[in-house]
């Protein structure tokens, strides 16, 4: 059992508010009709289970979540920044939140990786099969 609690009636989103997207599309889950519960990393400690349950539940390693190519994640890290461990990118997504690559919604059982505020508009749409799910 993980440690992230499951609500089929309720979305949980983890974003950081310190970027655009991640304020987008927590303003489009604030007003989505079900009940969620929005997680700002960039306010709230996510632990390193946490993250290790979010990337699996993805079907995707922890470092699939950091922003690789993001400018900031480049002028710390450099081209030696790919070879960053498990335990390197937890850290790096508890201190540096904005590094996370895609805001992460949990719908029930599912699992969501939102590229854009256009993406989460097509996951609350009735039918989503045309959305990429993990």
Same mark, same amino acid.
């Given at each position: 059992m993980g440690v992230i609690a499951m609500d089929k009636r309720q979305i949980? #989103?983890?974003?950081?508010?310190?970027n655009s997207i $991640?304020?987008?599309?927590?303003?489009?889950v604030e007003s989505s009709q079900k009940k969620n519960l929005a997680i700002d990393i960039s306010k709230t400690n996510v632990t $390193?289970?946490?993250?290790? +349950? @979010?990337? !699996? $539940? #993805?079907?995707?390693?922890i470092k699939d979540l950091?922003?690789? !190519?993001?400018p900031d994640f480049l002028n710390t890290y450099g081209e030696q920044g790919q070879d960053l461990d498990e335990n390197d990118c937890i850290k790096?997504?508890?201190?540096?939140?904005? #590094?996370?690559?895609?805001?992460?919604?949990?719908d029930g059982n599912h699992y969501i +990786? #939102?590229?854009?505020?256009?993406?989460?508009?097509?996951?609350? +749409?009735? !039918?989503?099969?045309? @959305?990429? +799910?993990s």
């Amino acid at each position: 059992m993980g440690v992230i609690a499951m609500d089929k009636r309720q979305i949980t #989103l983890y974003y950081s508010s310190e970027n655009s997207i $991640g304020k987008q599309i927590h303003a489009y889950v604030e007003s989505s009709q079900k009940k969620n519960l929005a997680i700002d990393i960039s306010k709230t400690n996510v632990t $390193g289970t946490q993250w290790a +349950e @979010l990337a !699996d $539940g #993805l079907h995707k390693e922890i470092k699939d979540l950091v922003a690789m !190519d993001h400018p900031d994640f480049l002028n710390t890290y450099g081209e030696q920044g790919q070879d960053l461990d498990e335990n390197d990118c937890i850290k790096i997504l508890q201190k540096e939140p904005h #590094l996370l690559k895609h805001p992460i919604a949990i719908d029930g059982n599912h699992y969501i +990786e #939102l590229e854009s505020a256009a993406s989460f508009k097509k996951f609350m +749409e009735p !039918d989503s099969a045309g @959305l990429n +799910e993990s």
